[in-house]
């Protein structure tokens, strides 16, 4: 039976770069396909499905409270418009114009491409730190009257003030930490370590490896800051009208999020290396190539998944790495990989069982022809 991408004529892809938005995420399990098609066949008052949302994503989370949002970047934007004006109505029907605190610090190192969800929020950065480093007394020093909160991206490790140096120093001074830690999952506990590290609110993308609608996420912590945001979100909010989300995402987020805490992390890992080690092995012995398992300690996130890391000598095959994930993408078939600093790396993390070889067969064919 034809699927249905080659029906209509999109190129389907073999992922072995992770769960990347531009590539539709992740895939739903059927159990929870079946939930979304459920809640697809009625009606519902999407409050009262909001609540519900909210007290089981509290739950699976250990938070005060919870909600289901339309993606981490949705998520970011409800948390600064939630400390900007707490449960405030007035202030609001105002947004994105602000009288009071709107500044959000952020390190330098975490600027990764969402500053617009705090500008239309309201929200201005303050940037603190270098390209090489951020000390916590330059944070401290740019705290003032007119911060929010800090905005902390979870990157670790990497040149930066880590979350529980920040949460002290912001707490004493009775500002709230929100944290984005969109790509953290797994391992599981983390859906409690940064509530516990002095997160007021933490953001999950849900459609990573949750494996939710690509287009929801959660946003936990803080029950009055949850609740400031849960004012000024879909339906009835103001500044979050636009961030819709439907009653299939929501029911789809919380069976997935039920479903991703019950999986055996272990089995999961277990499988993950066994591909990484068997796409090592039979990419051995290619000139110009070093294959081996690793872990990245930057980039492409989550760092505990093993990889196979391919190291190219770009001189000696005649060809840069991105000229080498481009024909791969444009092959048949096409294969997603993370390139970075002149290195190829293949995730397992999304390959069904047997892709690995195709990944493993196909990387070769345009390594080979190289040179």
């Excluded at 239309?120 to 401290?140: F, R």
């Excluded at 979350?163 to 707490?171: C, G």
């Excluded at 993308?205 to 912590?221: F, H, M, Q, T, V």
């Excluded at 997603?336 to 067969?361: F, K, M, T, Y």
Aim: a negative charge.
């Amino acid at each position: 039976m034809m699927h249905l991408y080659d029906e209509i004529g999109v190129t389907r892809v073999i992922n072995a770069s992770g769960s990347m938005t531009y590539l539709g995420g992740s895939l739903i399990a059927p159990e929870v396909l079946e939930k979304m098609n459920e809640a697809a066949g009625a009606f519902v008052v999407m409050e009262e499905l909001m609540d519900w949302a909210g007290g089981e994503v509290a739950r699976l989370t250990g938070a005060e409270a919870g909600m289901v949002t339309s993606g981490s970047a949705g998520g970011i934007l409800l948390s600064c418009a939630a400390c900007i004006t707490g449960d405030d109505r007035q202030k609001m029907r105002q947004l994105p114009v602000v009288e009071g605190k709107n500044e959000f610090v952020m390190q330098k190192h975490h600027r990764i491409g969402f500053d617009h969800a705090v500008g239309v929020a309201g929200g201005k950065i303050v940037e603190v730190g270098g390209e090489d480093s951020t000390e916590l007394a330059q944070i401290e020093a740019a705290l003032s009257e007119q911060t929010a909160a800090i905005l902390h991206v979870v990157l670790d490790p990497q040149p930066t003030v880590p979350l529980q140096d920040v949460a002290k120093l912001a707490h004493a001074r009775g500002i709230p930490v929100i944290v984005d830690a969109a790509a953290e999952l797994p391992p599981v506990d983390n859906l409690h370590a940064f509530l516990a590290a002095g997160g007021d609110l933490v953001i999950f993308s849900g459609g990573k490896d949750i494996s939710g609608p690509n287009d929801s996420g959660i946003l936990c912590g803080r029950a009055d800051l949850i609740k400031a945001a849960r004012m000024q979100a879909f339906p009835s909010g103001p500044i979050g009208r636009p961030l819709k989300v439907s009653k299939e995402q929501i029911v789809g987020l919380v069976f997935a999020l039920r479903r991703f805490k019950a999986l055996d992390e272990g089995e999961r890992m277990r499988r993950w290396q066994e591909k990484a080690e068997a796409m090592c092995a039979g990419l051995q012995g290619i000139a110009g190539v070093e294959a081996e398992v690793a872990q990245p300690t930057r980039g492409g996130r989550p760092l505990v998944i093993p990889r196979t890391r391919l190291r190219i000598d770009e001189q000696l095959l005649g060809c840069t790495v991105n000229e080498i994930d481009e024909q791969l993408e444009q092959g048949t078939p096409a294969i997603a990989v993370s390139i970075a600093s002149g290195e190829i790396w293949l995730n397992p993390q999304h390959l069904a069982d047997g892709e690995e070889e195709v990944v493993v067969r196909r990387v070769a064919e345009v390594l080979k022809a190289q040179g």
